[in-house]
T-cell receptor
């Protein structure tokens, strides 16, 4: 079974621009979560989508948004980029909802650099 | 609320030494507990998990036991190798499938 894939792997943007990151979950997984990882803040939860609906949301400004499509693929968007948005963005998918089968499987991440 | 606290790093050990990385949690209900590992330049990989009290998760020589009475899930390995050098994250899964991660512990194993 193919793992979680994320595209692109690397991105360089300038302040004020917007960016869209893509995540394809493991086949059959309906839950997709997004995280921001930085050296200073560690791993921070952005949001989770399940069956095209945002089910959980972390404490990030409205510039960070996401969506999920009917095939469970997900995108996240960051508008009006700031220098502090430079980070590794990780996507994780899971079966969700079943006790004992809810572990998250992570993609390799998208490294975003904002100049 | 839910949270995970794990020991600060970095941790440096000699090859074949014993490893313990402490993890304690605060949670409502009965969460599942996980250890993830992140190698340089990669995403997180599931190392082991436990879904109920007294469960022991194990994989690749690593072990952790879900201790409800002490709200702990400490990671142990009897003999570390250079290839175990990575960052280790403790995590819990709470209601609604939301995950809570610790801050990560960097492990370096020297030959």
């Amino acid at each position: 079974k193919a793992g979680v894939t994320q595209t692109p792997r690397y991105l360089i943007k300038t302040r004020g621009q917007q960016v869209t990151l893509s995540c394809s979950p493991i086949s059959g997984h309906r839950s997709v979560s997004w995280y921001q990882q930085t050296p200073g803040q560690g791993l921070q939860f952005l949001f989770e989508y399940f069956s095209e609906t945002q089910r959980n949301k972390g404490n990030f400004p409205g510039r960070f948004s996401g969506r999920q499509f009917s095939n469970s693929r997900s995108e996240m968007n960051v508008s009006t980029l700031e220098l502090g948005d430079s980070a590794l963005y990780l996507c994780a998918s899971s079966l969700a909802g079943q006790v004992g089968y809810n572990e998250q499987f992570f993609g390799p991440g998208t490294r975003l650099t904002v100049l | 609320g839910n949270s995970v606290t794990q020991m600060e790093g970095p941790v440096t050990l000699s090859e074949e030494a014993f490893l313990t990385i402490n993890c304690t949690y605060t949670a409502t209900g009965y969460p599942s507990l996980f250890w993830y590992v992140q190698y340089p330049g990669e995403g997180l990989q599931l190392l082991l998990k436990a879904t109920k009290a007294d469960d022991k998760g194990s994989n690749k020589g690593f072990e952790a036991t879900y201790r409800k009475e002490t709200t702990s899930f400490h990671l142990e390995k009897g003999s570390v190798q250079v290839s175990d050098s990575a960052v280790y994250f403790c995590a819990l899964s709470g209601p609604g499938n939301q995950f809570y991660f610790g801050t990560g512990t960097s492990l370096t194993v020297i030959p």
